[in-house]
């Protein structure tokens, strides 16, 4: 493929891959020539948020990241989030509240979205906006996407205070 090809290993939604790279690779290219085309190319910068994905957990942009820095970790995409048929339940309330417009964003703010509720328990303002405030949407004006995400939260607060 190209000059000098490394390899970098890696679990993807739960598979643990091998891929060519090179060291200056980063990872949101990567991630797009092999398929995983939900984390998008935005600023390139770490700024918008559309190229989010999961490592570890932890949301991160992968438009900043080397592809060699996730040897090792596990990396998970919107890819991994949801199908077609059966949309997560965030999924569900974006489109229910008409939340998308053009969509570039959306795979990011879902990422976010995603470490938000594995790894808090309580989803006060504060909070949310600290997950989320990484992710820019040019088109909504964020109520809709702020709104269906605030439906979940408070559904999952909920059903947490119950147990
Ligand atoms: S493309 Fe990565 S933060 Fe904008
Ligand atoms: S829906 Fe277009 S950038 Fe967010």
């Known amino acids: 493929m ?5 390899t970098v290993t890696f679990t993807i939604n739960g598979e643990l891959k091998t891929f060519l790279t090179e060291p200056d690779e ?12 939900g984390a998008k190319y935005g ?8 190229c ?16 060699m820095q996730a040897e090792g970790r596990e990396i998970r995409t ?12 965030f999924q569900q309330e974006l489109i229910a509240g008409g939340a998308v417009q053009c969509g570039y964003c959306i795979p990011g703010m879902i990422m976010s ?7 808090e328990t309580t989803f006060d303002d504060e909070t949310v906006r600290e997950y989320m405030d990484g992710n820019l949407c ?16 408070d559904r999952q607060e909920a059903a947490g205070k119950k147990k």
């Open 2 to 6: 190209k000059k000098n090809p490394h």
């Open 26 to 37: 980063k990872l949101l290219a990567l991630l797009r020539r092999e398929g995983y085309q």
């Open 43 to 50: 600023c390139g910068q770490g700024t918008c948020g559309s």
């Open 52 to 67: 989010t994905v999961l490592m570890d957990g932890r949301a991160v942009y992968s438009c900043l990241l080397y592809a």
């Open 78 to 89: 919107i890819e991994s989030i949801g199908t077609h048929d059966q949309p997560s339940e």
């Open 113 to 119: 979205a995603t470490a938000l509720m594995e790894n």
């Open 138 to 153: 040019r088109c909504t004006g964020y109520e809709k996407i702020w709104t269906a995400l605030r439906r979940v939260l």
